[in-house]
Each structure stands twice: as C-alpha cells, then as structure tokens.
C-alpha cells in the first residue's frame, strides 16, 4: 500500500475509532452505569471482526487493512503509554509510603491466589485438544494461565479511580500501587515462560533485570534530577514549551527502555510520571496532555487490542463451560485474595471490598498478554476467545460491583474527604458527570 493510500487510510480510521468510542462510551455510561473506558473497550471489539467483521467483512476489512495496522499499533502503543504518564502525575507517593504493607499484600495475595489456581486447572485445560499448542508442557502451561489470572487491568484501573473522582486517595493509590506490582509481576512470569518456549533465559534475565534498574534508577535519581523543572514552571506560573518537550522526550526515552527490555511501555510511563515535580509543573503538564490523550490516542489502542479478538470461535456447550469454570475461578481467586488480603492489613471492609472489585478487572492488558501467548504458539484459538470473554466479563463487573460495594461512601464523605479543595472540587465535578 503506498504513503498516501496509508494517510488517508489513517484518518479515516481514526475518524471510526473517535466516533464509536465516544458513541459507545455515552451508551455505556447512560444506559449501563459503566464508566467510559469500558465503553472504549467494547467500542474496540465492536470495531474488530467480532461484530463489525461478521457483519460487514469486507467494509472492515477496507477500513483496517492488515497493511495499515502497523501504524495503528505505534499509536496504540503511544496512547496507553502517556495515559499512565499522566496517571502517575496523579500518583499520590505519601499515601503510598502509609499503605505500603496493604499495597504488598494485596499485590502478593492477589498473584499468589491465581497461580495456585492455575495449578488446579490447568491439567484439565491441558487435556482439552486445542486449548494449548501440543508443543506446551504442563509447566509453561500453568505458568501462562496464571499470569493470565493474576492480571489488573492497569490502565483501565486508572482510568475507573479517575473517573470515580478517587484518583488522589489512599484507595485509589492502594488500589494503584498493588496493580502496578500485580502487572509488573505478571509480565515477569510471561519473560519466564517465553525464555523457557524457546527464546533461551537472557530473555527473562534482561526483562527483569532492566525492569529492576529502571526503577532503581528513575525512582533514586529522578526527583533531584527534575527538581529544576518545577522551580522553573513555579517562577513563571506555568509550563513552558520548552519544558513541555523535555517531559515528552524522558517520557518516550522511558517507554523506549521498558519496551526494549521485554516489559511494557506503560510501566516506563507510570514510574516516570511518578517521579515529575508536582505543584504548577504537573498540572501544566496534565492540562495541556490529558484531552488529546483521552479523547484521541487511548482509544487507538483499545480499537487495536479489538481488531485481534474474536469471539465467535466459542460456539459449543463444552467451551462454554470451560468459560464459565475459568471465570468463577478468575473471580474467586483475584478478588477474593485482594479483598482478604486487604481486611487482614487494617482496611475497613468497604475499601477492602472496592479494592477487591477494582483489581478483579483484567481488562486490555489481559488482551496483550494473550495476543503475545496467541502469536508466540502458546494458546489456540478457542482458549484465547475464552480468555477474552474472561477479561470482558471481569472489567464489565468491576464497575457495578464497586459502586455496590464502595460507591456511596465515596460519594458520602469518606474518599472526597481526603482531597485537597481544588482536588475534591474536581472529584466532586468528575463523580455528579456521572
């Protein structure tokens, strides 16, 4: 396909993405009471093969052309990546030190849960032909659907806690903090199983060893090194253009790494976003990227992730049922373990509920991790329709049951309570747009 049949292309599919996001988006949110990042995600799978390719093959396949995909992954990629940026601009590092024993338990309580439960399941998955490739062991096999199981859904996590107007509160950093271990701790587990599949151990070693210098590396010496930057925007009141580019460039450099490493971009992202002076800098910075973000470059990737999903393929009683079984486990083993995990270290048993509902979301990142499993030989076909429908499911229950559970008392006193007044005036705003 030439450069110009891909520019018109582009626009063309950006257009499409745009429109039914925030179409579907207002249904989800009018009609469903789901926020409307969930409607972005069923607006990606609608775009895919699912619905818009069974219904119209070839107008969708003119539309997303395998060509022109490669350009829409770098924009995916770009949008998810400056979300969680901007996500950890909002990260709340006080609250984080005061929960930093909630955050470790419930992160491990919720990884070691699901792995164990993907020790009971697996040898019956195993023995169901094209489940898994026959070239897996039962081995990689449960170390796959483990991290499959164990997952949150990061930046849609993120993305629930804003749009709940809960984003600078202890819940909502806990919440933060244990699904940024959870994630990081499950891509670990996918290096480990690609190095064992046949990429050779350097794999897991530079993931994980990258991934650990990284951090060390931004979280030690990033403060002090960008201090000026905020001595800067607080002197003239503002951000400058200059300034705005350097935090684009660190944060490029920064999803870069972590990609060339073997994790992920949005955890370059998140731990820069963290470490940028906060006061006049960090919000200038969030004012002048946040509506480009959230409006145009974070459904890019919700449509992509949709594009490679199908969900068609689970078309008999016996897959259905392997569905459901994987599902009540999924729930079960993620929210129940967090929710434990959260009463035993001293959260009352709302904000020990809410939590459990918010990491018991898998979301797109489940997606990605299944696309990878799907693509390397891995999983078939059938198990990765079914885990789709698993990560549907659970990001669609996430939002309901935490209003169930944790809703009112935000609204009430408790969660507002704990903003500052231009913080809460904004949650406030945030939760009535509801």
Same mark, same amino acid.
């Given at each position: 396909?030439? #450069?110009?049949?891909?520019?018109?292309?582009?626009?063309? +599919?950006?257009?499409?993405?745009?429109?039914?996001?925030?179409?579907?988006?207002?249904?989800?949110?009018?009609?469903?009471? +789901?926020?409307?990042?969930?409607?972005?995600?069923?607006?990606?799978?609608?775009?895919?093969?699912?619905?818009?390719?069974?219904?119209?093959?070839?107008?969708?396949?003119?539309?997303?052309?395998?060509?022109?995909?490669?350009?829409?992954?770098?924009?995916? +990629?770009?949008?998810?990546?400056?979300?969680?940026?901007?996500?950890?601009?909002?990260?709340?590092?006080?609250?984080?030190?005061?929960?930093?024993?909630?955050?470790?338990?419930?992160?491990?309580?919720?990884?070691?849960?699901?792995?164990?439960?993907?020790?009971?399941?697996?040898?019956?998955?195993?023995?169901? #032909?094209?489940?898994?490739? #026959?070239?897996?062991? +039962?081995?990689?096999?449960?170390?796959?659907?483990?991290?499959?199981?164990?997952?949150?859904?990061?930046?849609?996590?993120?993305?629930?806690?804003?749009?709940?107007?809960?984003?600078?509160?202890?819940?909502?950093?806990?919440?933060?903090?244990?699904?940024?271990?959870?994630?990081?701790?499950?891509?670990?587990?996918?290096?480990?199983?690609?190095?064992?599949?046949?990429?050779?151990?350097?794999?897991?070693?530079?993931?994980?060893?990258?991934?650990?210098?990284?951090?060390?590396?931004?979280?030690?010496?990033?403060?002090?090194?960008?201090?000026?930057?905020?001595?800067?925007?607080?002197?003239?009141?503002?951000?400058?253009?200059?300034?705005?580019?350097?935090?684009?460039?660190?944060?490029?450099?920064?999803?870069?790494?972590?990609?060339?490493?073997?994790?992920?971009?949005?955890?370059?992202?998140?731990?820069?976003?963290?470490?940028?002076?906060?006061?006049?800098?960090?919000?200038?910075?969030?004012?002048?990227?946040?509506?480009?973000?959230?409006?145009?470059?974070?459904?890019?990737?919700?449509?992509?992730?949709?594009?490679?999903?199908?969900?068609?393929?689970?078309?008999?009683?016996?897959?259905?049922?392997?569905?459901?079984?994987?599902?009540?486990?999924?729930?079960?083993?993620?929210?129940?373990?967090?929710?434990?995990?959260?009463?035993?270290?001293?959260?009352?048993?709302?904000?020990?509920?809410?939590?459990?509902?918010?990491?018991?979301?898998?979301?797109?990142?489940?997606?990605?991790?299944?696309?990878?499993?799907?693509?390397?030989?891995?999983?078939?076909?059938?198990?990765?329709?079914?885990?789709?429908?698993?990560?549907?499911?659970?990001?669609?229950?996430?939002? #309901?049951?935490?209003?169930?559970?944790?809703?009112?008392?935000?609204?009430?006193?408790?969660?507002?309570?704990?903003?500052?007044?231009?913080?809460?005036?904004?949650?406030?705003?945030?939760?009535?747009?509801?």
């Amino acid at each position: 396909m030439a #450069p110009a049949q891909l520019s018109v292309i582009f626009f063309l +599919q950006l257009f499409a993405i745009v429109a039914v996001s925030r179409g579907v988006g207002w249904l989800a949110r009018r009609y469903l009471g +789901q926020p409307q990042v969930v409607g972005e995600m069923i607006a990606g799978v609608i775009l895919g093969p699912s619905l818009f390719g069974l219904l119209a093959p070839d107008l969708q396949e003119m539309l997303f052309p395998k060509e022109a995909r490669g350009i829409l992954y770098a924009g995916a +990629q770009l949008g998810v990546g400056l979300y969680m940026f901007l996500v950890g601009l909002g990260f709340r590092a006080d609250h984080f030190r005061s929960n930093a024993g909630s955050a470790a338990a419930v992160s491990l309580s919720g990884m070691a849960a699901p792995f164990l439960v993907a020790v009971a399941i697996t040898p019956w998955l195993v023995g169901i #032909p094209g489940l898994f490739t #026959p070239s897996v062991t +039962q081995m990689q096999a449960t170390l796959f659907m483990g991290a499959c199981i164990a997952i949150t859904a990061f930046p849609m996590l993120a993305r629930i806690i804003h749009e709940r107007g809960l984003s600078g509160t202890p819940l909502g950093t806990l919440s933060l903090s244990a699904g940024a271990i959870d994630d990081a701790g499950a891509w670990t587990v996918l290096a480990v199983v690609l190095a064992t599949f046949g990429d050779g151990p350097m794999v897991a070693v530079k993931a994980i060893g990258g991934a650990i210098l990284f951090a060390v590396v931004v979280l030690g010496l990033g403060p002090r090194l960008l201090a000026p930057l905020g001595r800067r925007a607080e002197a003239r009141g503002g951000i400058a253009q200059g300034d705005l580019a350097i935090a684009l460039m660190l944060f490029l450099g920064a999803a870069f790494a972590m990609d060339a490493v073997g994790m992920h971009a949005v955890f370059g992202g998140f731990l820069l976003g963290v470490v940028m002076p906060r006061g006049v800098f960090a919000e200038g910075l969030r004012r002048q990227l946040e509506p480009v973000t959230v409006v145009l470059l974070l459904p890019m990737f919700f449509a992509f992730s949709g594009l490679n999903t199908q969900l068609t393929l689970v078309d008999n009683l016996g897959l259905l049922g392997v569905t459901l079984a994987i599902l009540a486990a999924s729930v079960l083993a993620k929210g129940g373990a967090c929710w434990a995990a959260a009463r035993l270290t001293g959260q009352d048993n709302p904000t020990a509920l809410g939590i459990g509902a918010l990491m018991n979301a898998r979301g797109l990142m489940e997606l990605i991790i299944i696309n990878i499993g799907l693509q390397r030989g891995i999983i078939g076909p059938a198990l990765f329709s079914i885990l789709v429908l698993m990560a549907i499911l659970t990001t669609l229950m996430a939002s #309901p049951l935490f209003e169930l559970v944790y809703g009112r008392r935000a609204r009430s006193t408790g969660a507002l309570g704990t903003l500052s007044e231009e913080e809460g005036i904004s949650a406030r705003e945030a939760v009535a747009a509801r």
